[in-house]
């Protein structure tokens, strides 16, 4: 068997280093969206596949047997194309799918359907801070009369696209004390975060409801048919049935 690890996250990671440890066969994958991203214990292919085309080459060429999906869960495209392709090859596929966060006591959330829909619910003036990454930062352009503050992992290598933006460049993960001490010295009255689910994110979350600050919560996507895995526990078990 050789395994494939669709990474990206610190799931992701957890799981390397696991396989690596057990002597599995594997390589890991990561999509390329940070330019310095986390050290994996396994063999790691960086960038995109060009296409399905691509990702078929891949596969015949380095022998993949099986894949384990431990992407975003908002990387919508990467896993629908992934779990089309290995169907279509009889090959097993598991993608591991942490469980979206729920509302608790104190939260004020606003559920979006899209990005875009965030200006019918914040009003003009207000400080917003987007942690929702900097690819999807031409859909909040009808935030005119807002201040947005985009934190992003990298550097940012262009202008911010609105002249009401600017960039935070920041490394999680990042602790619920800290996340209330810059939210507080930022002076934000709104978080837009994508329903990603998992402990390590939540912390802006838990700071947003001690600081009172309204969320704009970004829901999933569509995600594929398929084996599910909701832990690392859970995939690693998957692996070794294999």
Request: proline letters at 7%.
């Amino acid at each position: 068997m050789t395994l494939l690890l669709l990474a990206g996250t610190g799931q992701a990671v957890e799981i390397a280093s696991a396989l690596s440890k057990a002597g599995v066969d594997a390589v890991a994958s990561l999509a390329g969206a940070t330019r310095m991203p986390r050290d994996l214990a396994l063999p790691t292919r960086h960038g995109g596949f060009g296409g399905e085309s691509g990702f078929l080459q891949y596969i015949k060429d380095e022998g993949i047997t099986a894949v384990l999906d431990a992407t975003h869960p908002f990387a919508q495209s990467i896993s629908i194309r992934t779990a089309r392709v290995c169907a279509q090859k009889s090959m097993p596929y598991c993608q591991l799918l942490r469980a979206p966060w729920e509302p608790e006591a104190g939260d004020d959330w606003t559920l979006l359907d899209s990005e875009a829909d965030a200006a019918d619910h914040i009003a003009p003036g207000a400080t917003v801070f987007l942690a929702t990454g900097r690819q999807t930062l031409e859909r909040y352009a009808n935030l005119t009369g807002c201040r947005l503050i985009c934190r992003q992992i990298d550097p940012p290598d262009r202008p911010f696209p609105f002249p009401n933006g600017e960039f935070l460049v920041g490394r999680p993960p990042f602790s619920v004390e800290a996340e209330v001490e810059l939210f507080t010295r930022l002076g934000v009255d709104w978080l837009i975060v994508k329903n990603a689910g998992g402990e390590a994110p939540r912390s802006k979350l838990v700071a947003a409801r001690q600081l009172g600050i309204r969320v704009a919560m970004i829901k999933r996507p569509a995600q594929p048919p398929g084996q599910k895995a909701h832990n690392v526990k859970e995939a690693l078990a998957w692996v070794a049935g294999l």
